[in-house]
């Protein structure tokens, strides 16, 4: 019985032992779950895109991204040829063009439904055809309301089509392509599909983000998801408040997009953490004041959206030294 009782006692210690290990290695395997989310989703995203991340790629994390919003649209009339070629010059990695669809289903550049604000015309964009598009003018108004900033090109400027913008840059170029309203405009993600291919933008000679395609349209993003998978996604979402995001929302987002676009007034650090600790890429819009840009930075953005491609370029050739 005294060498039972024995034995028991020195078992005791290394049972106990045994389960404080087990109970620690559980803990543990709950804390490398939690810190291995990032990596889980950065997974995910890889698989949206149909391979591994590339560190060289233009969506690495590591990257800012200086996407021209709508053009440089500060410095010439949003959504013109001239606007897109100041964006380049001026640092601009990325084109951005929202789309808009005519009556008779051409993709034209426009941010409005309505063509009144930035053109000399008037009416909605479903109901005009391709020949009331092209007698507009889409770069007076710019002039008249930037007399500084004025040039005589601006009052030449025209509504350009997709195919137009593509036959100006080409495949050298980096596209940021925004569906507009597509529940309005049926077919809309197809004939941006079928313009893709036919100007070869689909290629495999193509950089990974060459062309991203970004909407607020989840449906919009699926279906370019289902037509062509090897594009990546980016899902905008509008805030009227401080912005808020579950770990639900986050992980369906992952399912499909690479990133999220969201408009950096109602943003906070922890929310853009929380989007970057999903394995997601940031693009906060739009950010034209440098004190904006740099605190989008330092809280973890991945890109932003500018009319001032030149103030951005500027703050990054700052942070970097």
């Known amino acids: 019985m005294k060498k039972i009782y024995i034995l028991i006692c020195l078992a005791l210690p290394l049972i106990l032992a045994g389960c404080t290990d087990a109970a620690d290695g559980e803990t543990g ?166 313009v893709l291919e036919k100007y070869d933008m689909l290629d495999e000679d193509m950089k990974e983000g060459q062309i991203i395609i970004q909407s607020f349209s989840e449906a919009s993003l699926k279906e370019m998801q289902e037509l062509e998978p090897t594009l990546p996604l980016i899902q905008l979402i509008s805030y009227e408040e401080q912005a808020e995001i579950t770990a639900e929302e986050l992980e369906k987002i992952t399912e499909y997009a690479v990133g999220i676009g969201a408009n950096y007034k109602y943003i906070t650090e922890d929310y853009v953490q929380q989007v970057r600790d999903a394995g997601l890429l940031f693009h906060p819009y739009t950010v034209n004041e440098k004190k904006d840009m740099k605190r989008m930075i330092e809280w973890g953005a991945t890109g932003m959206f500018t009319n001032y491609p030149d103030r951005l370029e500027e703050v990054l050739k700052e942070t970097e030294k």
């Open 29 to 194: 395997a709950a804390g490398q779950d939690d810190t291995a989310v990032p990596v889980e989703k950065d997974k995910e995203v890889s698989e949206t895109l149909d391979h591994p991340p590339d560190p060289d790629s233009l969506l690495s994390p590591d990257r800012i991204l200086n996407i021209a919003h709508r053009g440089a649209s500060g410095h010439a009339p949003e959504h013109t040829i001239e606007s897109y070629e100041k964006g380049q010059k001026l640092g601009g990695d990325y084109i951005e063009i929202d789309l808009q669809m005519t009556k008779d289903g051409e993709l034209i550049a426009m941010h409005d439904p309505d063509v009144s604000r930035t053109t000399d015309g008037e009416g909605d964009v479903s109901e005009l055809t391709m020949d009331d598009i092209h007698i507009l003018d889409a770069g007076e108004w710019f002039n008249e309301e930037n007399p500084d900033l004025a040039e005589p090109a601006f009052s030449q400027a025209q509504i350009p089509t997709l195919s137009d913008i593509f036959e100006e840059f080409g495949k050298d170029a980096k596209y940021y392509i925004e569906t507009k309203n597509p529940d309005e405009s049926p077919g809309m993600v197809k004939e941006l599909v079928s």
